[in-house]
Structure formats: C-alpha cells, structure tokens
C-alpha cells in the first residue's frame, strides 16, 4: 500500500529542488553591466532571488530589464531594497508587471536615490494620480536628476497626476527628452497643460500623446505650443480622436514651427480635404518635417497622396507607412 505521506514528502522534495535550481539559474544570470529579464515569466520569487544577487554582487550595475513579467509588490519591494546598493544603474524598465500601490510607493520612495538614472519605463503599471503625484515629488527631492527618458504609458493618470509631472518637469532639477504619456486618463485640462508646457520648454525632443482623445479645443492648444516650441523633434497624436477641424488646428502651427521633424498621426479622421491641405502647408511653409505615419484614415485618394507627400519629405527612407482596408 502506498504511503500518502512518503509521496507528499516527495512532491515537496521535488518543488524544493526545481525552486533552488531555479534560483541558481538566475543567480548565474545576475552577471555583467546589463541583466535582461524582460518577458521571462518571472514571479515574486524569482524577483527576491534577483534582488539578493543584486546586493551580493560588488562591481557596477548599469541596466535592469524586468518588464512584461508577473511581479508583484513583494518582488517590486525586494528590487528596490536591492537598488538602493546600486545608485549608478542608469536604465531601469519595470513595465507591464502586476504592481499595486504599495509596492509603486516603495520604488517610488528609492527614486531619491538613483541620481544616475537615465531610462525609466514604468509603462502598465496601474499608476494612479496619487502614485504619479508621488513620483513627481520623488523627482523633485533628488538632490541631482539625470532622468532623460520616462516612460508612463498605459497608466491611470490624470489631470490632477499630470500637473505634478509638469510642475517637476518645469524645475531647474529635471531635464526629460523623451516623454510617453500615451493611453492614460487625462482629459482636456491635461492636454492644456501640456500645451502650456511646451511654450517654454527646452528640454523635451521626443513626446507620446497617443490613445488619448484630443477634442477640437485640444488640437487648438497643442497648436498653439507647437507654434511657440523650438526643441520638440518629434509628437506622436497617433489614435486620438482627430478630425479635419482639429487637424487644421495642427497644420497652422505647422506653417509656423521649424523643429518638429517626425509626425505621427495615425488612426485618425483625416479625410482627402485636409490631406490636400497639408501638402499645401508642407509645400510653401513648412522645410522641416522629415517623417510623417498617417496609415489608418480616411483618405480615399491614398497613392497619389503618399506620392506627392514623400516627394515633399526629406526624409531619405520611407516616410509614409500606409494601411488602407
């Protein structure tokens, strides 16, 4: 007769084993300037064990990739325990994990302490307006902030949230390039402030709006950021709503700024009219544009539109990408 102990024993015995060699396994893996775990179907466990080879380890760690993983507040807690040995890591990506509050609050509280940091992405991350409040506080109380590159896609944020950002953002302290808000919950009022902020800015190159609705009034204050901005290199409006009304709102500013060289506005409403309308703007006004995406509207004359427009592009590669169904 078996003996039900002796094989639960056993199981044990064996869930014990797969654990260790699992931990071995990342251990072995914590090695070098650069650990990539992204889409590793790590869990909490597996985050402690990174964490403790994390403040075992003595020489320099630069980037960390934890995305797309199930990690919870447990492991996210146990990483920024660890981080706090490692202040020089430059690039971090923690993205499309399954935190919660509490253990965004934790990192959000080691953030103080990596002055070096360059690359953070924290896109899906269920980052409230309270938690991106916190981590624009976090921003402000570094004593030195060397962040370029913030990812916040696919979060809850929302007006309230997205004042504390660009009140940071407008500090002495903090110089963000590259900045992806798309697909949060900020209405109107945010996508003012964010207009508001690019009247003065000299710092961001690259911004993300995309998958955000931006109504007629909206379209007009972006425009009119746009026509005072001289440093944005590239906006993506990418799935936001637009129509010919709010597009023509776009196309005055672009008569009138000579930055912005990538335009991104696919999955829209922009019809042959406005089409047409651009290519006049580009054609008499506009020398700077390289690189526009526009696949995804309703424009019916498409390839000789695509034509006309990448003649007028300076870009040297494909500067239309077209799907039409």
Same mark, same amino acid.
């Given at each position: 007769?078996?003996? @039900? ?47 403790? +080879? ?10 960390? /990739? ?54 953070? +992405? ?15 506080? +976090? ?11 913030? /990812? ?35 209405? +109107? ?95 008499? /006004?506009? @020398? ?38």
């Amino acid at each position: 007769m078996e003996n @039900p102990q002796k094989e639960l024993d056993q199981c044990q015995q064996e869930i014990e084993a797969a654990i260790e060699k699992r931990r071995q396994n990342l251990e072995r893996l914590c090695q070098g300037k650069k650990l990539d775990f992204n889409a590793s179907e790590l869990d909490d466990l597996d985050a402690l064990c990174i964490a403790i +080879s994390l403040i075992r380890r003595e020489d320099t760690l630069e980037s960390l /990739y934890l995305g797309s993983n199930s990690i919870k507040d447990e492991g996210l807690e146990a990483i920024s325990s660890a981080l706090s040995k490692h202040v020089e890591i430059k690039e971090l990506y923690l993205g499309s994990n399954s935190f919660q509050e509490p253990g965004l609050q934790t990192f959000i509280n080691t953030i103080p302490e990596l002055t070096n940091l360059k690359v953070l +992405s924290l896109g899906l991350s269920h980052i409230n307006d309270i938690l991106c409040t916190n981590f624009a506080g +976090s921003l402000l109380a570094m004593t030195e902030c060397s962040l370029e590159i913030l /990812y916040l896609n696919g979060n809850e944020i929302g007006d309230e949230g997205l004042l504390s950002l660009i009140v940071a953002m407008n500090s002495d302290k903090v110089h963000i390039k590259t900045l992806h808000l798309g697909d949060n919950e900020f209405t +109107s009022v945010g996508v003012k402030l964010i207009a508001d902020f690019l009247e003065t800015d000299k710092d961001l190159r690259r911004l993300y709006l995309n998958d955000n609705q931006i109504d007629l009034e909206g379209c007009s204050d972006i425009s009119d950021g746009l026509c005072v901005n001289d440093t944005l290199k590239f906006l993506c409006l990418g799935n936001c709503g637009l129509n010919d009304e709010g597009f023509k709102h776009i196309l005055s500013s672009l008569s009138v700024n000579r930055s912005l060289e990538t335009l991104h506005i696919w999955n829209n409403s922009i019809t042959d009219l406005t089409a047409e309308m651009m290519l006049e703007v580009l054609e008499k /006004y506009n @020398p700077s544009l390289k690189e526009m995406l526009i696949f995804g509207n309703q424009i019916e004359k498409f390839d000789r539109f695509s034509t006309l427009l990448n003649s007028l592009l300076k870009s040297t590669r494909e500067s239309t990408s077209i799907i039409e169904d």
